[in-house]
């Protein structure tokens, strides 16, 4: 069984690659099946324009030479520079099979990057950063064999300041982190992967896949369906905002419960808002999900009213102030998970709160989602999701035109929708950010937030 959306570290990329070789395969033949894959896809992008491999001395060159051969053995004209002679085996081998001779430099149509892949361990020193450049300058079309050469590959950062910018980025075997971690990410272009038989590797991250919504079943009503109470603190607006996206995630009733004192504000006649001690309102047992935090505020009564919220031990989102406010003894004893939802300030503030500090931001949201005994879900151009128990899960870049005000509590919103559902806390933020994803795609650009809540339901029948 293949496992095409799994993403794997450097470390069990190797060990995949080690259990194949145990299985019968060799270095050798992986490396032949690495490089046919990609010389088809160059090909397949290319067709027979002329083509400059610049290989590595490692097996990332190896895969380079291979592809080498591939290419001219379907006439395309290909030439070959490598600053640094092969130094593993396999690579030497490849590179005496594919029999040319490399030049020091040239100028063709397609340029294709096997400096380095996953064993890339420091900076390219700057000869060889001025030659990716000078190269990558030269040529009108860019492809990176594995990785951009300069990619950290199990955290997506950049070990040079400045890398070339590439057209189509060719993963072998699997997926990596840097293929869907920013900065890297946005150096990639079209991201394909080359099939070399990597089973699945179990706790291995995944890319999150399209979820399938139903309908309601037919005896359903507003109260099965799910109510969500969205609670109201110092600024209405935002919980107005994320309340009006929850009525189209799922639930089948949607509520702001505000204190009696709260400033007068109003909301969409089918969101009904609650005024009153927020001990009674918080008291209905038919409430299956809350979303506290969107224009919560900061104040003791702010605090006061997270407390209560989570004291009730139902499944809760918490997102913005909430998580500004949030401490480890407010979650203890809860048996029902949360869901937080922060962006990258509140991430660091929440580790630093949790203890979760010094690691990698993909380990940081796994210890995270374990902390806080439930999901976290990093928001950004690359959203991560943590759960306790659970590997952790990528999903797909959504629009940028998502870097707006409001959106953040229209993605809250849609993913305590989901939760009210009975979604688990896991499925209910992977649909949450699938929903909020596809709602970005269908508004198309510059919408406003407002725009994006009338784009929901579209975006829902997009899973149905
Ligand atoms: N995973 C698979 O299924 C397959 C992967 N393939 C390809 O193999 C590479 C990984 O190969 P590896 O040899 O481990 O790594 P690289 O090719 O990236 O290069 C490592 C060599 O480069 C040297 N190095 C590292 N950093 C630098 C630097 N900044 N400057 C100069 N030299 C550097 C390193 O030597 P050290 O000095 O660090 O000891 C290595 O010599 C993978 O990405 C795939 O493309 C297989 O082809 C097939 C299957
Ligand atoms: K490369």
Request: charged share 20%; aromatic share 6%; glycine share 10%.
């Amino acid at each position: 069984m293949r496992a095409p959306e799994q993403i794997l570290t450097a470390e069990q990329m190797q060990a995949a690659e080690q259990r194949l070789i145990d299985g019968g395969e060799t270095v050798e033949s992986l490396m032949e099946t690495a490089g046919a894959g990609a010389a088809a896809y160059v090909y397949r992008a290319c067709g027979t324009r002329s083509v400059t491999v610049l290989c590595g001395p490692g097996n990332n060159g190896g895969d380079g030479y291979v592809i080498a051969r591939h290419l001219q053995a379907r006439g395309v004209e290909v030439q070959v520079v490598a600053p640094l002679d092969p130094a593993t085996d396999v690579a030497k081998a490849a590179r005496v099979a594919w029999g040319g001779t490399p030049v020091e430099t040239a100028s063709e149509a397609v340029f294709v990057d096997c400096l380095f892949g996953t064993g890339l361990g420091r900076p390219l020193d700057d000869d060889l950063l001025g030659l990716l450049h000078k190269l990558a300058e030269a040529h009108d079309y860019r492809i990176a064999v594995d990785l951009p050469s300069g990619v950290d590959s199990d955290s997506g950062e950049l070990l040079n300041d400045a890398l070339p910018q590439y057209d189509c980025t060719i993963a072998l075997g699997a997926w990596k982190f840097s293929h869907w971690l920013m900065p890297a990410m946005d150096l990639m272009g079209t991201r394909k992967l080359v099939d070399i038989g990597v089973g699945p590797v179990s706790s291995a991250a995944h890319l999150s896949r399209a979820p399938k919504l139903t309908a309601p079943p037919r005896d359903a009503h507003k109260y099965s369906r799910g109510l969500l109470c969205v609670i109201a603190g110092d600024m209405p607006g935002a919980s107005v905002l994320a309340a009006s996206a929850a009525r189209h995630g799922g639930a089948g009733y949607v509520k702001i419960l505000a204190a009696e004192e709260s400033q007068y504000f109003t909301a969409p006649h089918d969101v009904v808002i609650e005024r009153g001690s927020l001990y009674d309102l918080v008291s209905d047992r038919r409430i299956d999900a809350f979303l506290v935090g969107p224009g919560l505020g900061l104040s003791d009564q702010a605090r006061a009213r997270l407390d209560w919220v989570l004291a009730c031990d139902i499944p809760t989102v918490c997102d913005a102030d909430a998580l500004t406010l949030l401490e480890p003894s407010m979650i203890e004893g809860r048996d029902c998970p949360i869901i937080a939802t922060p962006h990258a300030g509140e991430l660091d503030r929440l580790a630093n709160a949790f203890e979760a500090t010094g690691m990698d931001r993909v380990e940081m949201i796994s210890e995270l989602a374990e902390d806080i005994e439930g999901v976290l879900v990093a928001k950004g151009p690359d959203t991560l999701i943590g759960s306790a128990g659970s590997a952790p899960v990528i999903m797909p870049p959504a629009p940028s035109w998502l870097s707006t005000a409001g959106t953040g509590d229209i993605l809250a919103g849609l993913i305590a929708s989901r939760l009210a559902t009975g979604a688990s806390s896991r499925k209910a933020a992977e649909q949450g950010c699938w929903l909020h994803g596809e709602a970005a795609r269908i508004a198309g650009p510059a919408f406003s937030a407002e725009q994006l809540v009338e784009a929901v339901p579209a975006a829902y029948s997009a899973f149905l």
